[in-house]
């Protein structure tokens, strides 16, 4: 059985155990949903505190005290975050750093660091809000919130908003947030309408995840769409990505008629970066899908190795991780597949004497 079967699988069956009005409950008419806007905005206290009270998560990696949370590596580390899954697509825990085997460009790495716990991270959403994505968007909003209740409650959370254009849905002096209900006003702040900036909205959050002081970066990207308006390129992205650490877990509802959808890219983001890209078929899934992806992210394991080439060539160098237990049978590892290595430039010294030469 494929990742992708396996994982359609659990999504209808945690789907199927949701009371059916879950959903029901958002499909409105534009006169509704005029009305359910403002209703949403004036009872967001009631919302936020059934959120609060629903928040848990099943047996999460172990949690550090006292908040802290940073992990002390020198610039040369290669840091990856790793998921480990057994022959059902279930999660793995209880693993130790010998039960790893890291290869960079097929060489193997020694592993400095290894923990499994439950750190905070910094997350951004990425929400596609152009025209089509409109009679979508009480469900995707209710979705993300299933997200934030299930995830750490000391991460760092943050909403981009795109269409044609792209935008923050927080204030200007509030990079992120730990509360919901300034999470429930970011995503419900704009009017879907326009085309798709898939790319630029990428790039943004990208961008934006470098302000986050937590060591692990993550963006959830929900779109129904290719990408239309972008001043960005795909490749242009992709090559972000690479030379970061974020891990993209990406949601596709396409509509079955639609010329514009392009999964293939969503995949190729997730891929790169070690997340996955899932296509559920009916709305009501993607609730459970957001769950699961908080699960995924708390129950990753952090390995961190030197490489044994420094040499900052430009290359691209490709990883692969591997993970053996006894009677545990066939395990899979799901981790970024590689990473760019900057270009070296000169140093300051080599340019002063040339400098010095010349004079």
Known sequence: MTETAAITRRVRGEARKKSPNLFNNHARSSKNKTVAYHCLIALIGLIVTQFVAGAQVSQPAQSRPDGEYTIKLNADMVILSATVLDSHNALVSGLGKDNFEVYEDRVAQQIKHFSHE??????????????????KRDDVIAAAMDFARSSNPQDQMFVVNFNDRVSFGLPADKPFTDRQDQLL????????????????????????LKQGNRDKKVLILISDGGDNASKHSVAQVIGMAKQSTVIIYAIGIFDEHDGDQNP?????????????????????????ICEMIARDIRNQYTLTYAPKVTSQDGRYR????????????????????????PLSTPTAASETTSHDTRN
């Open 118 to 135: 439950d750190i905070p991270v910094t997350v951004g959403i990425l929400v596609d809000n152009s025209g089509s994505m409109g009679p």
């Open 318 to 341: 490709t990883i692969q991780v591997t993970a053996i237990a006894p009677g545990a049978g066939r395990l899979s590892v799901r981790t970024r597949t590689g990473y760019s290595v």
């Open 185 to 208: 006003l970011a995503l419900s702040a704009i009017r879907a309408i326009g085309q798709t900036s898939l790319y630029d909205g990428i790039a943004a959050g990208l961008d934006h």
């Open 264 to 288: 293939g890219v969503l995949k190729r983001f997730a891929k790169e970066t070690g997340g996955v890209a899932y296509f559920p078929e009916s709305l009501k899934d993607i609730g459970p």
